[in-house]
């Protein structure tokens, strides 16, 4: 009997074996990239998971990014204490929004969800005592990461190459514990209601509590994103929260696709590397993603985690 | 068991439902019927909460009902299956069960447990009793009509009901597997002391296996008592062979 | 307390702006009402609705007329490009999901947005205001008002009593009336859905691109426009009811007016202003104005 292959444990290596190659530019994407991940994940615990497809999820990416911009920046509070805050205050806002959200159902959700994502940046955007107003935040500083620097192997990497191994590990607690969510009776519950809502109020299902439940969770997890993103990107900005964000975040999802868990990070690798190569060449790259999606939308409706999936399948199935 | 009392609903001033007032003692098995139109679907709706009742009552056990949520009124014990086939469809026949006894038995609130192996023997058990114990692992949206009402029964099963109420359980179904449905629903009441409420077409399946028939027209009760009295009742000889 | 005649100026200035928003909610709302789905797109027709009306009055050149001709040709070049995106790819996708044809529709945002920034770069374009009316002003009530802002106050309902006498009397507009309460039955009795449904495309189209032309004297056209507008049409069309012509049409009005107040008022806020306004009607009142209420 094979034994499975501990793919989680060896995306963790090759992680952490990233500042490794000395570049900093891999180190960027690499950091890029699993924000990204944890971003398209948490929204995928509404669109995937429980059927609520949100056009206004960046605005807990940009709270969460504020809020850790802020906590450290003007106040000088510790990252982690900052951090956490991130997540609690992006969820306290989702619990709030979601509550008016979860009574209306598909497009009407969607609008709302929208018009609280554009509130909430028209508030970044001109709250200038608070939020640095157009110009956002620039230089949040890192978290004090010296004591990394006297860990053995540690102590030639960058300030960066710190704070990219700390991502790592707080990114793949996350995604860990958000696959125990939608691997306990609570996520199975979830995609009750995904797969038939009336039918699961008829189960006992609470279908409006359990839809509040996980818009705080995923609002949650992507104001930790957001935290991360705002010390990462050293800066905080009120585009964060835009509508455009919200729909880049959904493409991710969509594209990697909405149907696994790890599809959304997938999602998130592929179009970020994609990104960086395109761009390279052309400053066309919003031409060639529009492309991208239309080619995929025809050919490959289960996206990319799908197509993959099915031909995985294919392959198991012949041998 | 259920008392209904006086319903009346009305859509955008079509009068659906007018003073119905049904009673079904416990341990029995009732059916309403009536031509099609005649509001039985609403009926049941209302009973079960999806609608909300103009005015009259819902009594469950004593307990009034009315106007309370679906999911509440599945908590306090009564399971329903739906007219067209309502089942999970991109979930395994064995999760579509699996999920109401989770959610039945107040697992929804965990977070944490990996879900795969809960409850596994409850839901085996009640997919065996249905005969649907070699399909566990099918993906249920890929299962035949008949199976998945089988399903469909099965997922109201396993919300462990005192009260069953099963709309048009059988339509869609050949006259086989109609019998066979049949006597799968009456031994699975008796087994676990059900009452069981039905709407049905077909009469035979009515006449055969009822003990108390309700009869519907225009959302008015004409008829209400056993076969032979409802099977007599000139009134409902009118409507039914008026329609003819 | 800002004087009387500057309050009008603002007033009068939202109902300009009131009138650009419904020609843009309009199609929006159509497409919605009909293929029951969100074109994001929408704000993108618009935006190549300004820049074709820039190119063909570079290639007609200044002169008495042009500028009509040129907002003309470029709605209609707009209307063609919607035709042909709905004839030869969105109709694959209707038996799909609505979140595949939302994601189309934004790829299309992606795709001709950029297409616009290939072809005519990312500078500023502007249109000269029509010499008929350009340059003249009337003085209302204390407040200069622009030729061209009145002519496009007074072309809004005029549109809007076309568009709604269209839908009412002509067998045209009973179909569409009709596609949209029950496509099914529609296609059952004999109706060509299918070119009913490009149609509806090339007419929402139309209407957005010449929202766009007629608004290039008024606005520089720049990349961007589009993300911008559609945004604020979604504003619309909730406000006045997914779906509702009419609600489309007091939607903008209303909207127009709770801009330009709220920059008179609350110029911090104004933005905000609208998009509070969005959410509280989807809270209190999701069908808005005149749509039809949800079950």
Redesign the interface.
């Known amino acids: 009997m094979t034994r499975r292959t501990p793919w989680g444990l060896l995306l963790i290596a090759v992680a952490l074996a990233v500042p490794a190659l000395g570049s900093r530019f891999y180190t960027f994407l690499a950091n890029d990239v699993l924000i990204w991940a944890l971003f398209a994940t948490s929204l995928n615990l509404l669109v995937g998971y429980t059927g609520l497809v949100s056009f206004g999820h960046a605005a807990y990416f940009g709270i969460g990014a504020y809020t850790t911009g802020i906590l450290m920046k003007k106040f000088g509070l510790s990252f982690l204490l900052a951090f956490p805050a991130a997540g609690v205050l992006a969820g306290g806002f989702a619990l709030v929004f979601g509550f008016f959200c979860v009574r209306l159902t598909r497009i009407y959700f969607a609008m709302l969800t929208l018009a609280f994502a554009q509130i909430v940046w028209a508030i970044c955007f001109k709250w200038n005592e608070v939020t640095g107003g157009e110009q956002g935040m620039p230089e949040i500083p890192y978290p004090s990461l010296d004591w990394m620097g006297r860990l053995p192997l540690l102590g030639s990497l960058r300030t960066s190459d710190h704070f990219y191994l700390v991502s790592v590990v707080l990114v793949t607690v996350c995604l860990w514990l958000l696959r125990r969510v939608v691997g306990s009776p609570f996520g199975r519950m979830l995609t009750t209601i995904r797969e038939n809502a009336e039918r699961a109020e008829f189960i006992g299902v609470n279908v409006r509590r359990y839809e509040l439940a996980a818009f705080v969770l995923a609002g949650a997890f992507a104001g930790l994103a957001g935290g991360l993103f705002g010390i990462f990107n050293r800066g905080v900005f009120p585009d964060f929260a835009y509508w455009t964000k919200s729909s880049e975040v959904l493409i991710m999802t969509l594209l990697g696709g909405m149907g696994t868990f790890y599809g959304p990070a997938l999602g998130a690798l592929v179009l970020i590397l994609l990104n960086q190569q395109i761009v390279s060449y052309t400053e066309y790259w919003p031409f060639v993603l529009g492309t991208i999606l239309i080619v995929l939308l025809f050919v490959f409706p289960g996206g990319l985690a799908g197509a993959l999936g099915t031909a995985a399948r294919r392959l198991r199935r012949a041998t | 068991m259920l008392e209904v009392r006086g319903l009346r609903k009305s859509f955008d001033g079509f009068l659906a439902v007018n003073d119905a007032s049904v009673r079904v003692a416990k341990g029995q098995i009732a059916a309403i019927i009536g031509p099609n139109g005649a509001g039985k679907t609403t009926l049941f709706n209302l009973i079960t909460g999806h609608l909300r009742p103009d005015s009259g009552a819902v009594v469950l056990e004593g307990r009034d009902i009315t106007g309370l949520a679906p999911h509440d009124v599945c908590r306090l014990g009564m399971g329903r299956s739906f007219q067209r086939t309502n089942i999970f469809p991109k979930l395994t026949v064995f999760q579509n069960v699996q999920a109401a006894f989770l959610s039945h038995r107040g697992r929804g609130c965990d977070l944490w447990s990996r879900v795969d192996e809960l409850y596994r023997e409850e839901t085996e058990g009640l997919l065996a009793s249905l005969g649907l114990g070699e399909r566990a692992g099918e993906i249920s949206g890929f299962l035949s009509h008949g199976g998945q009402k089988q399903l469909e029964l099965g997922i109201a099963l396993a919300s462990e009901p005192s009260l069953l109420l099963l709309d048009e359980p059988t339509a869609g179904m050949s006259v086989t597997e109609t019998r066979e449905t049949i006597r799968l629903v009456e031994r699975i009441a008796r087994e676990r002391g059900l009452t069981l409420l039905f709407t049905e077409h077909d009469m035979e399946v009515v006449f055969s296996i009822a003990q108390k028939i309700t009869v519907l027209h225009q959302g008015r009760i004409i008829a209400d008592g056993p076969p032979a009295d409802v099977r007599a009742d000139p009134e409902v000889r009118r409507v039914y062979l008026g329609e003819l | 307390m800002p004087d009387p005649s500057f309050i009008f100026a603002q007033s009068v200035s939202g109902l300009t702006a009131a009138m650009f928003l419904f020609l843009i909610a309009s199609g929006l709302s159509l497409i919605f009402g009909v293929l029951r789905v ?1 074109n994001f797109a929408h704000g993108t027709f618009y935006m190549l609705g300004a820049y074709a009306a820039f190119q063909f009055m570079v290639w007609l050149g200044p002169g008495r007329g042009r500028f009509w001709l040129a907002a003309l040709g470029a709605a209609a070049a707009v209307a063609l490009l919607g035709g042909l995106v709905e004839r030869l ?1 969105f109709r ?2 209707y038996g ?5 044809q ?3 529709t ?10 616009a ?2 072809i005519w770069g990312t500078q500023q374009k502007s249109v000269s205001a029509p010499p008929e009316l350009g340059g003249k002003a009337l003085s209302l009530f204390g407040a200069t008002i622009p030729y061209y802002n009145l002519f496009i106050i007074l072309l809004g309902p005029v549109i809007a009593l076309a568009f709604w006498l269209t839908l009412q009397r002509t067998r045209a507009g009973r179909f569409i009336r009709a596609a949209a309460l029950d496509r099914e039955t529609l296609g059952a009795l004999g109706v060509n859905v299918d070119a009913l449904y490009t149609w509806v495309f090339v007419l929402a189209s139309f209407l957005g691109g010449l929202g766009g032309a007629l608004i290039s004297p008024m606005r520089a056209t720049t990349p961007g426009m589009d ?1 911008e507008i559609i ?1 604020e049409a ?2 619309v069309v ?1 406000i006045g009811g ?1 779906g509702s012509f009419w609600g489309t049409f007091f939607g903008a009005l209303i909207y127009g007016q709770v801009l330009s107040f709220g920059i008179l008022f609350f110029p ?2 104004s ?2 202003a609208v ?2 306004l ?2 509280a009607v ?2 209190v009142r ?1 069908w808005g104005l005149l749509g039809r209420p ?1 079950k």
Do not use: H
């Open positions: 969100l790819l694959r996708l799909a999901e609505e979140l595949y939302l994601l189309f934004y790829a299309l945002v992606l795709v001709l947005g950029d297409a920034k290939m993300t945004v979604f504003v909730v997914l911090r806020f933005i905000f998009f509070a969005m959410a989807l809270i999701p949800l």
